[in-house]
Each structure stands twice: as C-alpha cells, then as structure tokens.
C-alpha cells in the first residue's frame, strides 16, 4: 500500500477549518504581527496550538473561534426626536 497516497489523500479530505496553519499565517489571519501572537497570546493559552518538536501550528477554526470571542457587540442607535 502507498501510504504517500493514503496521506495526500486524508489531507485533501479536511475541511479548511480544520487545516493546519504555522504561527506567520496564524498571525495573519487574527491580524496581529508574529511577534504579539508568539509572545503574547501564545504563552497566556489563549489560544490553542499543536506543538510538533519545535513547530507550532494553529487549527484554523481555533483562530476563528478566537476571533469570536474577541467580537464586541455594536451599541444600540440612540435616536432623539
């Protein structure tokens, strides 16, 4: 059995959500430099990662999920008549 083609194959299968990305395009899409999401929000837990000897990768959901919890909710329209 091919096991190359096995793991082209499960990886095609993934949902984007559920893709690995590295800490440069983690930050990108929260949209904070690498540097605030390797120091910062990475050491606090913030958000969680997999850590596979020394690469640390973000599952896009958990960056989306993350972005969710940082949302503020729009005030209300006050209208004076």
């Keep these: 059995m091919n096991n190359t083609k096995e793991v082209k194959t499960n990886v095609e299968g993934m949902t984007n959500k559920n893709r690995l990305v590295t800490e440069r395009v983690a930050a990108s899409i929260i949209g904070v430099s690498y ?7 990475r050491w606090t837990g913030r958000i969680p990662f997999y ?25 209300p329209t006050i209208i004076t008549t």
Excluded: G, H, M, T
């Design 35 to 41: 540097e605030s999401l390797k120091r910062s929000i």
């Design 51 to 75: 850590r596979v000897n020394k690469r640390i990768s973000y599952k896009i959901s958990d960056l989306e999920e993350f972005l969710q919890q940082c949302r503020v909710p729009a005030r």
